[in-house]
């Protein structure tokens, strides 16, 4: 049967290129790690029971998209986003959550790379906290990880995937401006700032050894690849 994905965004449109069947990717959570809104939490919550009530893909299997930080943070998104996971389980038979970190990909929204880069060519101070460092994961390699664990048979259980190597945003800032050429940017070093971090110990047993997203090169690629485009994508948009 063909895939249902729920979701018209970045990682949404990435699946319409996935080479599993039968599932149904729910790519309509939200999105923003700072978000407190108890309304934007249950829409999700009520956008879920809908799918899953419908009697057409009802033997399709779930794969839920959550975030690095469910595993340890208690902030209100972190706490929501476990509370899916915990619906997920209660309520579907066959299910695969995934775990992501900051997804790059072509996007003029608001994702961490995306962001950094509209800053720096509004010449906008850029607000770093010192403590503050961060995984990534191309959303290319999100759909193609996705695919191979599905084919590989992991079933009900929450996999974390993602860079093995962690950044600081100052070390992508300055990634990010090399590649651009652009010498001077504006930033503040603030205290504050947490490690995300989740346990990749599952992606590392069951992808080969040699896949890159374990390459310690991974994040200096993955900006280089998409630093540019997404600079032509924001100025196309005029900022």
Same mark, same amino acid.
């Given at each position: 049967?063909?895939?249902?994905?729920? +979701?018209? +965004?970045?990682? %949404? /449109? %990435?699946?319409?290129?996935?080479?599993?069947?039968?599932?149904?990717?729910?790519?309509?959570?939200?999105?923003?790690?700072?978000?407190?809104?108890? %309304?934007?939490?249950?829409?999700?919550?009520?956008?879920?029971?809908?799918?899953?009530?419908?009697?057409?893909?009802?033997?399709?299997?779930? #794969?839920?998209?959550?975030?690095?930080?469910?595993?340890?943070?208690?902030? !209100?998104?972190?706490?929501?986003?476990?509370?899916?996971?915990?619906?997920? =389980?209660?309520?579907?038979?066959?299910?695969?959550?995934?775990?992501? !970190?900051?997804?790059?990909?072509?996007?003029?929204?608001?994702?961490?790379?995306?962001?950094?880069? @509209?800053?720096?060519?509004?010449?906008?101070?850029? @607000?770093?906290?010192?403590?503050?460092?961060?995984?990534?994961? $191309?959303?290319? $390699?999100?759909?193609? #990880?996705?695919?191979?664990?599905?084919?590989?048979?992991?079933?009900?259980?929450?996999?974390?995937?993602?860079?093995?190597?962690?950044?600081? !945003?100052?070390?992508?800032?300055?990634?990010?401006?090399? =590649?651009?050429?652009?010498? /001077?940017?504006?930033?503040?070093?603030?205290?504050? +700032?947490?490690? /995300?971090?989740?346990?990749?110990?599952?992606? =590392?047993?069951?992808? !080969?050894?040699?896949?890159?997203?374990?390459? @310690?090169?991974?994040?200096?690629?993955?900006? @280089?690849?998409?630093?540019?485009?997404?600079?032509?994508?924001?100025? +196309?948009? /005029?900022?």
């Amino acid at each position: 049967m063909p895939n249902t994905i729920i +979701g018209k +965004g970045m990682i %949404a /449109q %990435a699946f319409l290129k996935s080479a599993s069947n039968n599932c149904i990717f729910f790519c309509s959570g939200v999105s923003n790690s700072k978000e407190t809104s108890r %309304a934007e939490f249950i829409r999700e919550i009520e956008v879920f029971n809908k799918t899953i009530k419908n009697k057409t893909i009802k033997n399709k299997t779930v #794969i839920y998209f959550s975030s690095y930080i469910a595993e340890s943070s208690t902030t !209100p998104y972190a706490l929501h986003k476990k509370n899916m996971e915990n619906i997920i =389980e209660n309520t579907c038979d066959k299910y695969l959550i995934i775990r992501l !970190p900051s997804v790059v990909g072509l996007t003029k929204n608001n994702t961490l790379i995306s962001y950094f880069i @509209k800053m720096i060519l509004n010449n906008k101070v850029i @607000k770093i906290e010192k403590d503050a460092r961060r995984h990534l994961i $191309d959303v290319e $390699d999100v759909v193609r #990880i996705t695919d191979y664990l599905i084919s590989n048979n992991c079933y009900n259980k929450s996999i974390s995937i993602g860079s093995k190597s962690s950044i600081s !945003p100052l070390e992508l800032i300055r990634l990010i401006s090399n =590649e651009l050429n652009i010498n /001077q940017i504006k930033y503040e070093l603030c205290d504050g +700032g947490n490690n /995300q971090y989740s346990n990749i110990n599952v992606m =590392e047993t069951i992808l !080969p050894k040699k896949d890159k997203i374990m390459n @310690k090169s991974y994040n200096e690629k993955l900006i @280089k690849k998409y630093s540019k485009d997404i600079k032509g994508l924001l100025l +196309g948009d /005029q900022l």
